[in-house]
Every structure is written in structure tokens, then in C-alpha cells.
């Protein structure tokens, strides 16, 4: 490590533990309250509702429904997906998360370009199908366990690349996503860091993606969570579905195993 970078790390390291220390307990009180208040009207219900449409009516080049897409648990089958999600899939030979797999079956059964959606910004075009998709899906798991399969050789790679990825540090302030993510009690501004390496933070901050942002009014799926990670960590972009972004969710998930998931939460 360079001189500046030490600097860097160092000062970096300063504004997370003074941020922490500035946060008065009444801010997340605050945050808390208004989110129980919301709670019993979910705006994410609008993106779910959107999302089964679309999973129903026919589409794209080929006029199909995405009815008979595999998402793991056989062709059409939605409840109970989520909470399995990424998995390995025999057909694309590949592991998939619940995006990557989504482009997939958009392609394959629909006639869709996915290598064009996945550079499609996000909430634009299709991007903006897949929010509502992942909604859908993801809410038909809402109060099941997290139990993704490491039986196969794949997923267990995957796992292992995840959790080198998550403590791989670099950039300009020689952060990783354990910097921010691998230890209990952390805050940034308002927000509290869960730990994503165990639970209960594994569970609830992976198991809380897609979420629907009161700030913005947006529904965020974990390929967009991940990417804005990225951007707090100053590294580039990830592609979207890609490997890394994957791998990551392996890690997160097999360490949130057995916490129920909430998706689509609420988030500021
Ligand atoms: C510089 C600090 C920083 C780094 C580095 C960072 N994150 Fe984050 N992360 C945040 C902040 C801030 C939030 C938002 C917390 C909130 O909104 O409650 C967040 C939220 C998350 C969440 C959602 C948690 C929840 O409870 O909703 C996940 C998952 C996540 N990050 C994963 C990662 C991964 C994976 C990496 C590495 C690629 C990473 N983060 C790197 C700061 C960081």
C-alpha cells in the first residue's frame, strides 16, 4: 500500500467511525417509525401488481409469456423461488440470480435481447420490466427462509469467489465491501451497515432486496443495489447479472441462510 493510499484509508476509516458517533439514536428511531407507518401500505404493492402482468401476457419478439420460465423450482413455478435464489441452472450452464435468470427466460422463451437489456439503464425499457418482475416473484416468497442449495460444485465455487470479492479491497480509498459491510454496529450518515457476513445483517440487508426507496420513489433490485455498493466502494460499475454481482449474492445469501425473507422492503 502506497503512502497516499494509507492516508486515504485512514481518513476514510475517520469519516465512517465519526459519522457513526455523530448519529443520535433518535434519527434511526425516526426512520424506523416512519417505515412501521408505510409498512401497512406497501408502495412496492403497485410494482407487484405490474410484475404479474407481465409475467401473464404475452410479449416481445416471439408473443410468448414468461409462464413457463424455470426460475429453479420447474417451469412456472414462482413461490418458493426467490428464497433459492442464485442457484445453478443445467440449462444455461451457468449460476444465476433472480435477474440474470429473469434475461434469460426473456431471451429464450420471449425473443428479448438480453445482452441489449442488460446495458439498458435502470428503470428504463425492459430494465424497468425486470423491477416489477422481481417484485412479483419475489413477494410470492415473502415469509419464507432463505435456503440457497450449495449441493453443486458451481454454487460452492461461486460462494468462495463471492466471499473473496467481499474482502477484496482497492480504490482510491483501498476499500472493501467488508470496510463497510464485516463487522457489527457500523453507521454511515443515517444509515446503519448490517454485517452481511451472518445473521441477523446477512439476512435482513440481503434478504430485504428488491426494495422499494421512499426517497424515490423506485424499486431497486439487488443488481441495483449492488451497482450503488460499487459506487460507495469508487470502484467501476459491475455489467449487469454478471459473475461478480452473482457471486456476491451467493456469499451474502449462504450467509443469511434460515432468516425470512421481506422482499420487497421498505428502504429510504
Ligand atoms: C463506503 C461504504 C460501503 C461500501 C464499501 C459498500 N457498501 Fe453496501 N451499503 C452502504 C450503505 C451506506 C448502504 C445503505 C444502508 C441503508 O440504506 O440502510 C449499503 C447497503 C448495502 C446492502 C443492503 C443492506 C440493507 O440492509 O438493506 C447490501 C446488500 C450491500 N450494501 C452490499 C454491499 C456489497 C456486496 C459491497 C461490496 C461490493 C458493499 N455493499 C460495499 C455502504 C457501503
Redesign the pocket.
Known amino acids: 500500500m502506497t503512502h497516499i493510499h494509507t492516508i486515504a484509508a485512514l481518513g ?1 476509516a475517520a469519516l ?1 467511525a465519526g459519522a457513526a458517533q455523530a448519529q443520535t439514536k433518535s434519527a434511526a428511531e425516526g426512520i424506523a417509525e416512519y417505515r412501521a407507518l408505510l409498512a401497512e401500505g406497501n408502495p412496492a404493492e403497485l410494482f407487484e401488481a405490474k410484475g404479474e402482468d407481465l409475467w401473464k401476457k404475452p410479449r416481445g419478439p416471439k408473443n410468448a409469456s414468461l409462464a413457463q420460465c424455470d426460475l429453479g423450482k420447474g417451469p412456472g413455478v414462482v413461490k418458493g423461488a426467490f428464497v433459492e435464489l442464485p442457484r445453478y441452472f443445467p440449462d444455461t450452464g451457468r449460476v444465476q440470480d433472480l435477474e440474470s435468470r429473469l434475461l434469460t427466460c426473456m431471451e429464450t422463451l420471449q425473443g428479448f435481447n438480453a445482452a441489449e437489456i442488460a446495458k439498458t439503464p435502470f428503470g428504463k425499457g425492459e430494465q424497468a420490466s425486470l423491477e416489477a418482475l422481481v417484485a412479483f416473484i419475489s413477494t410470492a416468497s415473502r415469509g419464507m427462509k432463505f435456503n440457497l442449495p450449495q449441493a453443486h460444485a458451481e454454487e460452492r465455487k461461486f460462494y468462495e469467489a463471492g466471499k473473496r ?2 474482502y477484496f479491497r482497492g480504490g482510491p ?1 483501498d ?3 467488508a ?3 464485516g463487522t457489527d454496529g457500523k453507521r ?2 443515517l ?4 454485517n ?1 457476513t451472518r445473521n441477523p ?1 446477512a439476512g ?3 434478504g ?2 428488491p ?1 422499494y426507496r421512499v426517497s424515490s420513489g423506485e424499486l431497486w433490485g ?1 443488481q441495483r ?2 451497482n ?3 459506487r ?2 469508487r ?1 467501476p460499475y459491475p455489467g449487469f447479472g454478471s459473475d461478480v454481482t452473482v457471486a ?1 449474492g451467493v456469499f ?1 445469501g449462504v450467509n443469511g441462510q434460515g432468516a425470512e425473507s421481506i422482499a420487497p ?1 421498505l ?2
Open positions: 476514510a465512517i470479492i467481499f480509498y476499500f472493501s465491501c470496510s463497510c459491510h454511515i450518515r444509515q446503519d451497515l448490517p452481511l445483517g435482513a440487508g440481503f430485504a432486496w426494495a439487488m443495489r449492488l450503488d455498493c460499487f460507495q466502494q470502484f456476491l451474502m422492503a428502504k429510504r
